[in-house]
């Protein structure tokens, strides 16, 4: 693939590892060919690095082929998906899933990475919804604009949200910044 093809979540195989670029850049000095400025991340081992291309150079595409699964359960430092239509299960190492481990619930529908048929990492869907399970009671009188309090949700995973919450109550948490959206009613 030629370097100008590039663009955000682009996979790349770099000395026999596969990248995803995470941020993309295109400058173009005063003279002189334009130069093209990534940040990259290891899909393996999630190191990130800075490079820059020249525009014409040749970039090699990473055999990465992405699969519909569903969360089955996690052992310690593994996570279970199962293929819904084939049932075929695959196990996901703890240092793979990452930071997307804290919102794997039961049944989610998630995209697993396979490059060179291998599980190398996951994709959540942007939104999940999930449940309270421990959050103190809003104090009355306490309705400061935009004041909040900590809540555990039902994986432990713990967020900021406002002080009308309380246990039990549904929410929608954006995976991408772990941050409450809003509260969900049934």
């Given at each position: 693939?030629?370097?100008?093809?590039?663009?955000?979540?682009?996979?790349?195989?770099?000395?026999?590892?596969?990248?995803?670029?995470?941020?993309?850049?295109?400058?173009?000095?005063?003279?002189?060919?334009?130069?093209?400025?990534?940040?990259?991340?290891?899909?393996?081992?999630?190191?990130?690095?800075?490079?820059?291309?020249?525009?014409?150079?040749?970039?090699?595409?990473?055999?990465?082929?992405?699969?519909?699964?569903?969360?089955?359960?996690?052992?310690?430092?593994?996570?279970?998906?199962?293929?819904?239509?084939?049932?075929?299960?695959?196990?996901?190492?703890?240092?793979?899933?990452?930071?997307?481990?804290?919102?794997?619930?039961?049944?989610?529908?998630?995209?697993?990475?396979?490059?060179?048929?291998?599980?190398v990492g996951?994709?959540?869907?942007?939104?999940?919804?999930?449940?309270?399970?421990?959050?103190?009671?809003?104090?009355?009188?306490?309705?400061?604009?935009?004041?909040?309090?900590?809540?555990?949700?039902?994986?432990?995973?713990?967020?900021?949200?406002?002080?009308?919450?309380?246990?039990?109550?549904?929410?929608?948490?954006?995976?991408?910044?772990?941050?409450?959206?809003?509260?969900?009613?049934?």
């Amino acid at each position: 693939m030629d370097v100008s093809d590039l663009k955000k979540n682009s996979k790349l195989e770099i000395d026999g590892q596969p990248w995803v670029v995470t941020d993309f850049q295109f400058v173009k000095p005063g003279k002189g060919q334009g130069l093209y400025k990534c940040k990259i991340k290891n899909m393996i081992t999630g190191a990130v690095i800075d490079r820059t291309w020249r525009s014409g150079e040749r970039l090699t595409d990473a055999d990465v082929e992405s699969r519909k699964f569903e969360f089955l359960f996690s052992t310690g430092d593994a996570y279970t998906f199962m293929d819904s239509a084939t049932y075929e299960q695959v196990e996901l190492q703890a240092d793979l899933a990452g930071d997307e481990a804290k919102f794997l619930m039961d049944n989610l529908s998630v995209d697993i990475l396979f490059y060179n048929g291998r599980p190398v990492g996951l994709t959540l869907p942007s939104h999940v919804t999930m449940e309270v399970a421990q959050c103190e009671p809003g104090v009355k009188g306490d309705t400061a604009t935009g004041a909040t309090k900590g809540a555990t949700l039902q994986t432990g995973y713990e967020v900021q949200v406002p002080l009308f919450i309380k246990i039990g109550d549904k929410l929608k948490i954006d995976t991408r910044t772990g941050a409450y959206v809003e509260r969900v009613n049934d």
